[in-house]
């Protein structure tokens, strides 16, 4: 089911000042940086080898990362593994009596397919999988 490990996604209170410590302390430079409203998200991505590392900040005090950054501050956010097709590996584990947040995949910061499980379920990880995106 799983192919690889896609990405890591990391929360940060500010997108810019996470952005001057990964480029001054690690020398990394974002591939990308998307503003996805419609999820109250901005997104840096950076491609270290053959996966993505993701720094994301809340846009909207009411969204998921700025619940997030309040009950947990800033760090690890989610694991994200690459699936051939997401809502059939939703639909398996569903079947499997693991505790999903999507039922079915919702799109994600690069429009592609995506879908969560419950931490709860995964040992206190959010779990993203994803297909593959342009």
């Not at 997104?43 to 997030?68: K, P, Y």
């Not at 694991?79 to 569903?94: G, I």
């Amino acid at each position: 089911m799983l192919k690889k490990l896609d990405h890591v996604g990391i929360a940060v209170e500010d997108l810019d000042e996470a952005l001057k410590m990964y480029r001054d302390a690690l020398g990394l430079v974002p591939d990308e940086i998307l503003e996805v409203p419609e999820r109250g998200l901005r997104i840096a991505f950076f491609t270290l080898g053959n996966m993505q590392l993701e720094l994301l900040t809340s846009t909207d005090e009411r969204g998921d990362i700025a619940s997030f950054l309040k009950r947990n501050g800033p760090g690890l956010h989610h694991l994200a593994f690459l699936v051939e097709d997401v809502a059939e590996s939703l639909r398996r584990l569903r079947e499997k009596g693991v505790r999903l947040i999507d039922e079915m995949p919702r799109r994600g910061g690069r429009g592609n397919k995506i879908g969560f499980l419950d931490p709860k379920a995964m040992g206190g990880v959010l779990v993203e999988l994803c297909e593959a995106h342009e």
